[in-house]
């Protein structure tokens, strides 16, 4: 009675399902959107009766999440919307999620739910922890015991002081914040640079430059690590955020890591730079280091580096329902925020393993099986574009298997030997966020191959910051590579936090261009063609 109660319903509603209209010829994702560039849809995606109640249970959870951190401390968060910009785009987190996940049905939205409810989770506690103890906002009893990090800093490290608690400084201001609204990061990059800054600079880096002279970072604790890493892009705008912090009355100190990967000298070195920045802390803090605390946290990591490598063996399969940026999101915040220190994102993960488990035993079709190409994706991602990869699957069935930045540090991490920690540490600490691949050498930029390889993958889509001078300098070798290996292979041309320079259509252009001309493909969803969201969040 229920199956045919829902089945009828679900006919008579399909003509607001934008997968039945494409499919259909009557239209597709877009018909449901303003056409003024707006991005603003004049209804929600109707994807049938149940998917469509478990995503509403999911937007709920998420409204519970930031009423919850609203309700902990109003003033402080009214108080820091009104202080900083960046905390007005945290606003469109709820188109943003709408957004990332469109066009999904069945258990790839089953996992995108759970995921997208940790990651806000997540995201609202640490914004909520911030604005408490921002000391220009008052301050809170943790003001005194947090430490600044430099956001591609591995935080797992900092678990082995337990009263402390270390937060990386740019990934709210800055970062994050720049997948949710792509209008934010140009007002800081032209702060940069109307103070007499390049302009010619990564655009990541330049924005957090200019968030620190806009002096638009959160102020608390009494040290701030900053890094070299992951390029001299980030050492440049190091040297600019350290002398706000000082003003500020933040001590910094320069957490230097070897720029050389899988040597023994390098591993060297980046250990007792590791051991110097733990005295640091201990002697800035007056605490001890503790390695029991460290092991607590590195089990978690373990753990979550486990399941990540079984993960790795079903996206090798036609059968994952995770894959695309509800992967890599998700596999971004677990690494380089929660990083061992949240056993929540442990349970997430046991969950999921389950769900794609099962996808195997059962050899599930994610997205309808309409995937015609399996994709990797590889260099820094344009983060104004977060949702690139859900448009390529639904455009043109190109499913992005798995993105560079997902294959961040996964040794495990010894929970006995305090010296062996610290080497794996710093090994770990090798593969953070964009280092590896994008400024690694060679070998490293070269494993592009392999890992398409061991994914089964049939294309490469290459993204080509148009900033990012490490890769500038690989282009013509990855495509004589692509050419003698085989592989369908495209430059993706984007300006990372930049949205004007190569905004969103154009980044979808040089696809289309790839899939009419070269592959002479019709679209799924011809409704995506060509579009307008200059204005969008
Ligand atoms: S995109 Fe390139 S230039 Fe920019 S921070 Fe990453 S590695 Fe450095």
Redesign the pocket.
């Known amino acids: 009675m229920k199956e045919k109660l829902i089945s009828f319903i679900d006919k008579k509603l399909q003509r607001f399902d934008p997968v039945w209209l494409a499919e259909n010829g009557l239209g597709g994702q877009r018909t449901r959107y303003r056409d003024d560039g707006s991005g603003i849809a004049r209804y929600r995606e109707w994807r049938g009766v149940e998917d469509t109640f478990q995503d509403y249970v999911a937007w709920l959870k998420n409204v519970g999440y930031m009423g919850a951190m609203v309700a902990r401390d109003p003033v402080k968060v009214m108080k820091g919307i009104w202080e900083y910009r960046w905390m007005g785009s945290f606003l469109g987190s709820f188109a943003f999620v709408d957004r990332i996940y469109e066009g999904y049905r069945g258990r790839e939205l089953d996992i995108a739910n759970i995921h997208g409810n940790a990651i806000v989770r997540i995201l609202t506690l640490r914004i909520g922890l911030i604005l408490h103890n921002d000391k220009r906002l008052g301050g809170g009893e943790m003001t005194d015991k947090m430490i600044g990090l430099d956001e591609t800093i591995p935080p797992l490290f900092t678990a082995g002081f337990p009263t402390l608690n270390a937060e990386p400084m740019q990934t709210m201001p800055e970062f994050v914040v720049c997948d949710v609204d792509q209008h934010l990061d140009p007002y800081y990059i032209d702060v940069a640079e109307s103070y007499g800054l390049a302009p010619d ?5 330049s924005a957090e430059t200019g968030v620190a002279i806009d002096d638009a970072f959160p102020v608390f604790g009494k040290l701030v690590l900053s890094t070299n890493q ?5 050492e440049a705008t190091s040297m600019f955020q350290r002398r706000r912090f000082r003003q500020k009355g933040i001590e910094d100190y320069p957490f230097v890591f070897a720029m050389q990967h899988n040597t023994k000298n390098g591993n060297d070195y980046s250990r007792e730079e590791l051991r110097q920045a733990i005295e640091k802390i201990e002697e800035v803090y007056n605490v001890k280091y503790d390695w029991n605390a460290l092991f607590e946290k590195a089990k978690n990591m373990n753990h979550q580096n486990q399941i990540e490598l079984e993960k790795w063996e079903i996206f090798a399969t036609p059968f994952s329902p995770l894959s695309g940026i509800n992967e890599s999101l998700y596999k971004l915040v677990e690494w380089a925020l929660v990083n061992g220190h949240d056993e929540y994102f442990n349970e997430i993960d046991d969950k999921v393993i389950g769900i794609m488990r099962q996808a195997v035993r059962d050899q599930y079709q994610p997205y309808k099986g309409k995937t015609r190409h399996r994709a990797f994706l590889w260099g ?1 991602s344009a983060m104004y574009y977060t949702d690139f990869p859900t448009w390529a699957q639904n455009c043109w069935g190109i499913d992005i298997v798995l993105n560079m930045d997902s294959t961040m540090g996964h040794n495990m991490i010894n929970t006995e030997d305090p010296e062996q920690a610290l080497t794996d540490l710093a090994k770990f600490s090798e593969k953070g966020v ?2 590896h691949h ?2 690694g050498g060679w070998d490293n930029v070269n494993a592009v191959w392999e890992w398409a390889n061991r994914l089964n993958c049939d294309m490469v889509i290459c993204n080509d ?1 148009v ?5 500038n300098g690989v282009h013509a070798l990855l495509e004589e590579q692509a050419a003698d290996l085989g592989f369908d292979f495209l430059f993706l041309p984007h300006d ?1 936090e930049d949205c004007r320079t190569i905004p969103r259509k154009e980044i979808r252009k040089a696809v289309n261009d790839y899939m009419m001309i070269v592959k002479g493909e019709e679209p799924l969803d011809a409704t995506l063609v060509d579009f307008d969201d200059a204005e969008a969040w």
């Open positions: 600079v990564c655009s990541r880096c992951p390029c001299n892009a980030s820094p964009m280092r994008a400024v910051n900033a990012c001078k490490g890769m990372l």
